[in-house]
T-cell receptor, first 112, second 119 residues
């Protein structure tokens, strides 16, 4: 499969702690994107990192990309109960410039 | 423009019936995508359009599924002779894509989805 694979599948942390989720993929990419999905809702785009970038920040989010290891990580700092959601990495492969393929996701629970 | 709209939000149908879903993308966006998501899984790619042209259709998609985007605006996804295995959330997304190898500089905007239950 070309899709990314998130790790861990589920993560439970206390409010205020940092949460780290990882994504691995198999084929060269144009970019990698992270999305959040609250239960029963649509997906919300969080951040996009291009293949020539190594790190991006957006508020409490930090994304890194290591193309040599074909992996990415999403760090959420100072987590809040409202961060409870599923997080998906989505990879846009060089063979298909814009279509993205989603991984199975990481379910994050932030306990107040 | 308030984002991507999908209609209906929920659809319950009997096995064997045909169903049609509608998606209205963000008006400035030139690409429109359909995904399907089952519980506990990530969205699975179905098909996508650039303007009115259908650029790709998943090989996993049976001939019972068809999508259109007339005039490059809204899109419809039809499922004929529904089966219980078609029960899922059907998600539509749109994006603005330019030209060139690294044109995919923007993420997708998703709608809230249509939840289909086949009984």
């Amino acid at each position: 499969s070309q899709q990314g694979e998130e790790d861990p599948q589920a993560l439970s942390i206390q409010e205020g702690e940092n949460a780290t989720m990882n994504c691995s993929y198999k084929t060269s990419i144009n970019n990698l994107q992270w999305y959040r999905q609250n239960s029963g809702r649509g997906l919300v785009h969080l951040i996009l990192i291009r293949s020539n970038e190594r790190e991006k920040h957006s508020g409490r989010l930090r994304v890194t990309l290591d193309t040599s290891k074909k992996s990415s990580s999403l760090l959420i700092t100072a987590s809040r109960a409202a961060d409870t959601a599923s997080y998906f990495c989505a990879t846009a492969f060089k063979t298909s410039y814009d279509k993205v393929i989603f991984g199975p996701g990481t379910s994050l629970s932030v306990i107040p | 423009d308030t984002g991507v709209s999908q209609d209906p939000r929920h659809k319950i149908t009997k096995r064997g019936q045909n169903v049609t879903f509608r998606c209205d993308p963000i008006s400035e966006h030139n690409r429109l995508y359909w995904y399907r998501q089952t519980l506990g899984q990530g969205p699975e790619f179905l098909t996508y359009f650039q303007n009115e042209a259908q650029l790709e259709k998943s090989r996993l998609l049976s001939d019972r599924f068809s999508a259109e985007r007339p005039k490059g605006s809204f899109s419809t996804l039809e499922i004929q002779r529904t089966e219980q295995g078609d029960s899922a959330m059907y998600l539509c997304a749109s994006s603005l894509v330019g030209t060139g190898a690294l044109s995919a500089n923007y993420g997708y905007t998703f709608g809230s989805g249509t939840r289909l239950t086949v009984v």
